[in-house]
């Protein structure tokens, strides 16, 4: 009960763009990751690319992506 | 109230008893990162308590079904039953000030209508510096490079 209710909710934050917002963001983001690489030029650029990609994501759901990846790897260890 | 996405229905009734019954806690480590966008992953949320010998704290566990373990031989203290799993109890924590000192530096996120104390990412970093193991040494710049850019994203003017 509980995975299905989970698919739900991630199915319904799919959200359809077309391809020109698509690129807007994307060159937007591009501008971001460059303005902070300008500013930390020792910064790994897609540690810095990552974490604003996740700001756009609520606190909760950034933990969610977290902790199932942490697990997948722990099993993928075992 | 459904439960918000990392957690389950008995993780959060728990959060929220525990927030309820005005137990002075906060989640730090990695759990506490990613909470502010840093790109890493964990497997646990570590909840850091200010006086784990507080009655409220074993009352609120009682409410939920879960129960405190105290530390024993090579056992950590920890919680145990309905909704504990995904939470460790941290009681030591490397390179900072003392939890009350520690409290002011959290940020708040929203569980519901409870506010969650997070250690600041600024925070984070300086314990993961200082604790300095193995598994530190390869997140350190990880979370120095999304503190640089959190940093950025808090500066960025708003738009009229």
Request: aromatic content about 6%; proline content about 6%; glycine content about 4%.
């Amino acid at each position: 009960m509980e995975s299905i209710s989970f698919h739900r909710r991630m199915k319904n934050r799919v959200q359809p763009i077309d391809a020109a917002t698509a690129q807007r963001w994307a060159r937007r983001l591009t501008m971001r990751v460059g303005k902070v690489l300008a500013a930390h030029p020792q910064a790994n650029p897609d540690n810095v690319r990552h974490t604003l990609i996740l700001l756009e994501q609520p606190p909760l759901e950034r933990l969610q992506r977290s902790l199932i990846r942490g697990r997948a790897t722990a099993i993928f260890r075992k | 109230m459904a439960a918000p996405l990392p957690f389950s229905e008995s993780e959060l009734r728990l959060l929220q008893v525990l927030l309820k019954r005005k137990v002075r806690f906060m989640v730090v480590g990695l759990s506490a990162a990613t909470l502010q966008g840093a790109p890493v992953v964990t497997q646990d949320v570590d909840l850091w308590f200010e006086n784990l010998g507080e009655p409220k704290i074993s009352q609120a566990l009682q409410e939920v079904g879960a129960a405190y373990v105290p530390p024993s031989n090579f056992n950590p203290p920890m919680l145990a039953g309905a909704g504990a799993e995904l939470f460790d109890i941290v009681i030591r924590m490397d390179g900072l000030g003392t939890f009350a000192e520690e409290f002011k530096n959290c940020v708040d996120v929203r569980l519901g209508r409870q506010k969650l104390k997070v250690l600041s990412l600024e925070r984070i970093l300086a314990s993961k510096i200082a604790a300095n193991r193995a598994k530190d040494k390869l997140t350190i710049p990880v979370l120095r490079d999304a503190l640089a850019a959190t940093q950025s994203v808090k500066r960025r003017p708003k738009k009229k």
